[in-house]
């Protein structure tokens, strides 16, 4: 018996069918993916059994009762509150949260607590979306549906790598391709331009400029509108984009001429100092183009988040209050008060992400709550943030990790339930409110989110208002917030689902708002109000010089999710991209590839690996996100990154970065594999879990190279080791019986065997005389040579791909065929797709 | 044509042999000291050791010599050789004329000149008769000591083990077989030697040899005393040259010989571990057999004369196999090792200016024949130093 739920991942909000602790398989009756699932979707069920849990609450390093736990909690935050008021204290939470959770920090932060400083990580994702939209059409609305982007005649994907980052979108498109053109504007050629009819490599930052040219094509093409701020957005419309003018001419044209176009974008758009005004500066072309509200056409911004709708409906944000309901508009905060019963409700917006730690930094914030995030790593100039947490009296942490760079930093853990264990509901980027169902018993004495908060409220005093039975409970009063302060064109109205009974919550299907009355089916919206706003361009806040002339861009792989702490463990998911890798383009190399690379900026350094790529432009480069001090302390690359901030989103300007690269140095690098993580401390180290409980330990430092430290630490009684010196080069490996314990290469430079063959002999059968004589080559015999899996569903190498190119498979679907490679979640087919495309078919004889 | 050879171990069969077929109608005559068929001396250990019965040392029978023209005359000394008249004297006073003569008579096992070395109960460790000695010495199992850790050495301490005996080894080095072996590889098989009950005195020098009628005990320089009933002098081995000296032949380490093995006199060739070719002694039976080929080459008027190649030695010790090659102390190079302590499996390589110009194979010598040749050829290595420590299967 499977239980119907949501995949915890992107944005898309994927319907899942969980059995118990065994694989997943989408939901065939979901809106949102039709029973399709992606490559870390289809693994959801190996993240199940993940070790790494937090079971009980822990205060001051000690395991602590529930009781004692939340006491101390409470105490922090009335002493915080009452030595220096409300805006003393801070929450900030997560679009990982559900909508309930959301729901109880918000309404615990803004009505009772008093301050509006409970911030999401949803501000890192899509606040410059949200602030588009209001600015737009005075409420955080998308127009759109996926149906939409089935129909659309021309998709125009800006700042989205959509067939990594949200690959059952990219499926979705690819399988309604017919008729259909796609342009990628992006500086990058990612996977997501396999296939497109054009990529537009464009300058970083250079989107508005680019949708302010389009806008005065269109202008000049005849397209009118009678929506206010034309004119003056018109005025506005300037700036440079780089790319070449018979492109940009291409695209426009494309774009005028084509009723049903889509403008997809995303934290590429987003995660700017000017991610409100590429918002609005696409939104403008929809509403001159005509295409807003169309079938097939409209702006639709894409969330990273399962639920950073939800956050964002709940107004768990600093500058919104509760359902949509806004500061500004008169009335709505005094219904919202009067609603809640709330006796000092927040006055005013509170401080956003970046400003929240600015101001832990300062010392202002005497009790800080993280929930279900990892600022120390995701937050920009990461370093600071982190003395902002050492700095803050008392940080409490709910998760459901008991290690991450931030649990580590926490006075009080609280432990939380996960994916599979909590109830409540998402809403996905097309407004679809899905259930995520519990299906598995909480561990240890994990409890939910909206629990703890609850449990914090009364100790507080103000347990009548948090008085939930349940999460449906929960549900209905958000729910019913959304009907207050009318009537008003607010669109976001799911007052219709206020009065669900537990039974009726515990079924709901997927349900689109708004749903203003029981039984409305939601769909497209055509926003009520629209308005052209002006989008003079400006160039990212900090500009590329000669002491930092690269710009570092940052993003998602395709196998990973945030900062690692639920798809790290999982083995299959690591080996799509082991190793944190620094993408440049050879000609802005400092060193050749596969070389550590120090990637330095204002704020500070993260060390990675390099790799040279031709898909870089020149003078840009790109690191992806993901690596902490968990996986790989060095390869934090927020630790790089600027903290400016967008001025109307707040939203930090995570994709662009002046930096500078120079070789790491250090006297030697290596690597161990090993049946168990060692506690190695090398100053520049990666952890990678392989299948088996094997794990490979990359690492590099100064000094002599530490053969002796490694093979003490690895060393496992009745075992024998072989051992290899070649000048600075050794090598060793440990064997018990035949079967391989450890390997262990070190070497004075990164020219190190590849790890994929070796890796291999840990799952393959005793190890014989002649194959422990070669071992230490760290190469097969004979064979082929070692190749990364592309294909993780069924473990098809690259090599293996170009076999069957080779062989004559001309296509995805003959690759698949020949190989089943790209046949499983489908999340590799772009990658197969350039491979086809690079390696020419044989002719036949 | 008449054709005398003197010696009838491995070098002197093989030349008298080769002869026989190079100048058809030629009467050759082989010439042995010891009472036996040609035999195998390499695999005297294994008659030590049990391993095989006389007959299987025996490389030729009489037959087959008789039916490749070679006339084989066992127990035949010869005491002088009187070039002026072409005339070789047995020890029975018998005169060989010829109209050249082959020397071929190998070495003798080195003796120590020490206080004590004629008791009974102390061999050699040469030829047959040492080997039935030491037989008989064995059958009363009790101590023995051996002389030398050298290959001779450890394969006497070996077979003398298989047979019963409480064996130790004395060694002037920290090592044994010391040129064949680096340390490491020297300490591996002293290791795996000591789990079959040898001993090991190293390093440490003999000063006497004690007793009353029989040899009793070993002194040391370091004042111990080995109890042994049985001593075996493994200390080296000296070319066979006093034949050639007193007939009046340019001797130095050996009987010098030019490429074609030619002696001053173009009547006399010298070959095999008697002989210094273009000042170059050989220990090992394979450049011997060479020499032997080169010579009848030679003498026929053909070939391009012996050339030293580079020393190899493959040997089996102990049942531990081992072969070495070149220069394998490596002063001033590049050293590559790969060590198996599971299986008892160790390599060394030495690496100069990109070439490879010694190794050592220890436990497994499968891949000799790859690493003489990069040796002997001495080919720059290149992208191929990356996998040449383990074989030429990674060579490609």
Same mark, same amino acid.
């Given at each position: ?72 909690? +409470? ?37 009772? !607590? ?111 509108? $009678?929506?206010?701020?034309? &004119?003056? #957005? ?124 600015? &101001? ?60 599979? $264990? ?7 980027? $097309? ?12 561990? /240890? ?8 908060? &609850? ?101 998602? !792989? ?47 350094? +993260? ?52 930096? #500078? ?30 299948? /088996? ?114 062989? /004559? ?37 | ?110 003796? *120590? ?36 850790? =050298? ?7 070996? =077979? ?20 064949? *072996? ?106 011997? *057999? ?78 000799? =024949? ?27």
């Amino acid at each position: 018996m499977s239980t119907r739920t949501t995949c915890p991942y992107c944005g898309v909000g994927c319907g899942v069918l969980a059995n118990g602790t065994g694989p997943v398989a989408g939901d065939p009756a979901h809106p949102a993916n039709h029973g399709r699932l992606c490559s870390k979707g289809t693994a959801l069920g190996e993240t199940i059994a993940a070790a790494n849990r937090l079971l009980h609450p822990e205060v001051d390093g000690k395991r602590a009762s529930w009781d004692a736990a939340l006491d101390a909690v +409470a105490e922090a935050f009335a002493v915080a509150r009452a030595t220096n008021g409300p805006d003393a204290t801070a929450l900030y939470v997560s679009g990982q949260l559900l909508t309930e959770d959301y729901y109880a920090a918000n309404k615990f932060a803004k009505g009772f !607590l008093g301050t509006a400083n409970i911030d999401s990580n949803s501000r890192l994702c899509m606040a410059s979306a949200v602030a588009g939209h209001k600015r737009a059409f005075g409420e955080d609305i998308v127009p759109c549906t996926y149906e939409d982007l089935e129909q659309a005649e021309l998709i125009v994907l800006v700042g989205s790598n959509l067939a990594w980052c949200h690959p059952v979108l990219f499926q979705r498109i690819q399988a309604a391709r017919a008729g259909k053109r796609v342009v990628v504007i992006d500086p990058r050629r990612t996977a997501s331009c396999e296939g497109a009819e054009l990529h537009l490599p464009i300058r970083p930052g250079g989107d508005v400029a680019l949708f302010n040219a389009l806008l005065r094509h269109l202008s000049g093409a005849g397209f009118r509108s $009678e929506k206010p701020g034309l &004119a003056a #957005a018109l005025a506005a419309a300037g700036g440079e984009t780089g790319l070449p003018a018979a492109d940009t001419k291409k695209f426009f044209d494309w774009f005028a001429s084509t009723e049903k176009t889509v403008t997809l974008f995303s934290q590429g758009a987003n995660q700017s100092s000017a991610g409100a005004d590429k918002a609005n500066a696409i939104i403008n072309c929809h509403m001159l183009h005509g295409s807003l509200g169309r079938p097939g056409g409209g702006p639709f911004s894409i969330t990273g988040q399962p639920n950073a709708m939800g956050g964002r409906e709940t107004g768990a944000l600093a500058n919104m209050l509760a359902g949509h309901l806004e500061w500004e508009t008169p009335g709505e905060a005094e219904a919202l008060a009067s609603f809640w019963r709330a006796p000092n409700l927040a006055p005013r917006p509170g401080l956003k992400a970046v400003d929240m730690f600015r &101001a832990a930094a300062e010392g202002r914030i005497g009790a800080l709550w993280v929930m279900a995030t990892n600022p120390a790593v995701s937050l920009p100039a990461s370093d600071s943030v982190r003395a902002a947490l050492a700095r803050t009296p008392t940080l409490v942490v709910s998760d459901c990790v008991a290690d991450s760079d931030t649990v580590r930093a926490a006075r009080i853990r609280l432990p939380a339930l996960g994916w599979g $264990e909590k109830d409540g509901t998402v809403t996905n980027s $097309e407004r679809v409110i899905s259930r995520q169902r519990g299906f598995l018993p909480a561990p /240890g004495e994990a409890r939910p989110d909206w629990w703890i908060i &609850a449990q914090v409220a009364t100790r507080l005093g103000w347990g009548d208002a948090f008085a939930w039975p349940n999460a449906a409970a929960i549900f209905r009063e958000h729910a019913a917030t959304t009907g207050l302060a009318r009537p008003s064109l607010r669109q976001f109205d799911i007052s219709g689902l206020a009065e669900l009974s537990d039974a009726e919550y515990a079924s709901m299907p997927p349900t689109r708002w708004p749903v203003a009355r029981r039984g409305d089916v939601g769909g497209r919206i055509v926003p009520p109000v629209q308005r052209f706003v002006a989008t003079p361009f400006r160039a990212p806040a900090n500009a590329p010089g000669d002491a930092h002339p690269l710009a570092l861009n940052t993003g998602r !792989l395709r196998d990973q999710w945030h900062t690692m702490t639920r798809t790290g463990p999982v083995p299959r998911l690591m080996a799509h991209s082991p190793e944190p890798l620094l993408h440049a383009h050879p000609d802005d190399a400092p060193a050749s590839d596969g070389a550590l690379v120090r990637v330095a900026s204002r704020w500070g350094a +993260a060390v990675l690996r390099l790799k040279h790529d031709q898909a870089q432009r020149r003078g840009d480069v790109f690191a992806p996100m993901h690596w902490t001090d968990v996986w790989a302390g060095a390869a934090r690359i927020n630790a790089a990154v600027n903290p400016d901030t967008d001025p109307v989103s707040g939203q930090p300007e995570l994709k662009h970065t002046p930096v #500078a690269l120079t070789p790491y140095v250090a006297d030697w690098h290596g690597f161990v594999l090993h049946r168990g993580k060692l506690a190695s401390a090398a100053p520049w180290q990666a952890f990678i879990p392989l299948e /088996g409980d094997v794990w490979r330990h990359e690492m590099a430092g100064r000094g002599a190279p530490p053969l002796e430290e490694l093979r003490a630490a690895c060393a496992v009684p009745g075992a024998t080791w072989i051992t290899f010196q070649d000048r600075e080069l050794h090598r060793a490996a440990q064997l018990c019986e035949g079967r391989l314990i450890s390997v262990i290469f070190l070497g004075p430079d990164h020219a190190l065997p590849p790890r994929e063959w070796l890796a291999s002999l840990f799952a393959g059968s005793a190890i014989g005389s002649d194959a422990r004589r070669t071992l230490l080559a760290g190469r097969p015999a004979e064979g082929p040579p070692p190749s990364p899996t592309i294909c993780i569903c069924h473990g098809v190498s690259r090599a293996a791909i170009e076999a069957a190119i080779r062989a /004559g498979a001309e296509g995805v679907a003959a690759v698949g065929k020949a190989t089943e490679a790209g046949t499983g979640c489908g999340s590799c087919r772009p990658e197969i797709a350039a491979l086809c495309a690079a390696l020419p078919v044989p002719e036949s004889t | 044509m008449r054709i005398v050879v003197v010696g009838a171990g491995p070098a002197g069969t093989r030349a008298a042999l080769r002869v026989s077929a190079r100048l058809p109608g030629a009467a050759v005559t082989l010439a042995g000291a010891e009472a036996a068929l040609p035999y195998d001396r390499v695999a005297l250990s294994k008659l030590l050791a049990g391993e095989i019965e006389v007959p299987a040392l025996l490389t030729h029978s009489a037959r087959a010599l008789r039916d490749a023209g070679v006339g084989y005359r066992p127990g035949t000394r010869i005491a002088a050789v009187d070039r002026a008249a072409k005339r070789a004297i047995t020890a029975r006073g018998e005169a060989l004329d010829y109209d050249h003569l082959i020397l071929a008579m190998g070495s003798q096992a080195v003796r *120590l000149p020490l206080p004590g070395a004629e008791l009974p109960g102390v061999v050699g460790y040469r030829d047959l008769a040492d080997v039935r000695a030491m037989l008989r010495a064995a059958e009363g199992r009790g101590n023995a000591v051996v002389i030398g850790g =050298g290959l001779l050495g450890l394969e006497a301490a070996a =077979g003398l083990a298989a047979r019963g005996m409480r064996v130790t080894v004395v060694h002037a080095v920290d090592w044994p077989m010391e040129r064949q *072996l680096d340390a490491r590889a020297g300490a591996l098989l002293a290791t795996r030697m000591g789990g079959r009950g040898i001993r090991f005195a190293m390093p440490a020098s003999t000063v006497a040899l004690e007793g009353e009628g029989h040899v009793q005990g070993v002194r040391l320089s370091d004042g111990r005393l080995l109890p042994a009933r049985l001593v075996v002098m493994a200390v080296g081995i000296r070319p066979q040259v006093a034949l050639a000296r007193e007939a009046g032949l340019d001797v130095g380490r050996g009987i010098k010989a030019d490429r074609g093995l030619f002696t001053a006199d173009p009547a006399v060739q010298a070959l095999g571990e008697c002989a210094e070719v273009e000042g170059q002694c050989i220990g090992l039976v394979a450049p011997a *057999l060479e020499q032997a080929e080169a010579a009848a080459a030679a003498l026929a008027g053909q070939g391009q004369g012996w050339a030293a190649r580079t020393d190899s030695a493959a040997l089996k010790v102990s049942g531990t196999a081992v072969w070495s090659a070149g220069d394998i102390g490596g002063a001033d190079g590049e050293i590559l090792t790969l060590h198996d302590e599971g299986e008892d499996f160790y390599r060394r390589l030495v690496v100069k200016q990109d070439r490879l110009v010694g190794a050592v194979l220890y436990g497994d010598t499968a891949d000799s =024949g790859f690493y003489l040749d990069l040796i002997t050829r001495r080919l720059p290595l290149g992208r191929m130093r990356a996998s040449l420590a383990f074989g030429p299967g990674l060579a490609a």
